[in-house]
């Protein structure tokens, strides 16, 4: 299906509009992201926590340290909510309530489940061509006491719902008389000049995927 299915938890109620539950759309979204955020409750706690993500066919993938109180609790199979923003700009209107920003933005509702075998060596290594493409061939292969410390945990896409904003602010009525500038200033991440690892041990040009790097 090109789309996912809109269930109670993932439908879109305040401005519906900007909502889309289309596969692509939401894909791209994930695999533009460097980072999510993953919500979960532990003993009725909230906790949100920062961290990659990689996305393969139609799961997604966490990683870390085999002690990390989150990827224990995930791998467990406990109930999360992944969320992945990108802000594309500000949006700067006549009056500070229409202020906002255009962004992307997809949140994942799912339940976790272990990574083990083959599987989790491809995994890792899909984290390291995701960071920068054409790194793996350069690198040490992760050896069996680094598969064996990390944790690597699969979440199916299924309820899933994207939203996105773009465009120009929308202002009042009458507050298009003001003589206040309004429009959109676009952000977007970039790359800076590479900076050599001041521990290197011998010459080594920058390879050509750093150098040409794009986001
Ligand atoms: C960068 C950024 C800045 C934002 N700033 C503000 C702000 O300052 N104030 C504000 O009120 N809102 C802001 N939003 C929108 C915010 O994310 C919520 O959509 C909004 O607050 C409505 O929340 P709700 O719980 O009432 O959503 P509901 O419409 O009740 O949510 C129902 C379901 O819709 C889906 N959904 C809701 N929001 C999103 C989303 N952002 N992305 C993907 N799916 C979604 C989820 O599946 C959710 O479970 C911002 C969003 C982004 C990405």
């Known amino acids: 299906m090109s789309t996912f299915v809109k269930t109670a938890k993932t439908k879109i109620k305040r401005l519906p509009k900007r909502g889309s539950y289309d596969r692509e759309t939401i894909y791209r979204i994930i695999d533009e992201a460097l980072i ?39 791998a467990q199979g406990e109930p999360a909510c992944i969320v992945v923003t990108h802000i594309d700009g500000l949006v700067l209107a006549r009056s500070g309530f229409h202020h906002s920003m255009n962004y992307r933005s997809v949140i994942i509702f799912g339940n976790g489940v272990p990574v083990v075998g083959p599987d989790k ?33 699969k979440f ?6 994207a939203k996105i904003r773009s465009g120009p602010p929308a202002d ?19 790359k800076g000049k590479p900076v050599t690892d001041p521990d290197m041990r011998m010459e ?10 794009k986001r």
């Open 121 to 153: 060596r491809n995994i890792l290594d899909t984290f390291v061509e995701r960071l920068v493409p054409g790194r793996l061939a350069d690198i040490r292969p992760i050896n069996r006491k680094e598969l064996a410390a990390t944790t690597v945990v």
């Open 36 to 74: 999510c955020h993953v919500g979960f409750t532990i003993d009725c706690e909230p906790y949100v926590v920062p961290t990659a993500i990689a996305r393969v066919d139609n799961d997604i993938y966490i990683h870390g340290s085999r002690v990390s109180r989150m990827l224990k609790h995930l």
């Open 172 to 190: 009042d009525m009458e507050d298009y008389d003001l003589p206040v500038w309004a429009g959109e200033l676009p952000l977007s991440m970039t």
């Open 204 to 213: 080594v040009p920058v390879p050509t995927y750093v150098k040409r790097y």
């Open 156 to 161: 199916e896409l299924n309820e899933v719902s």
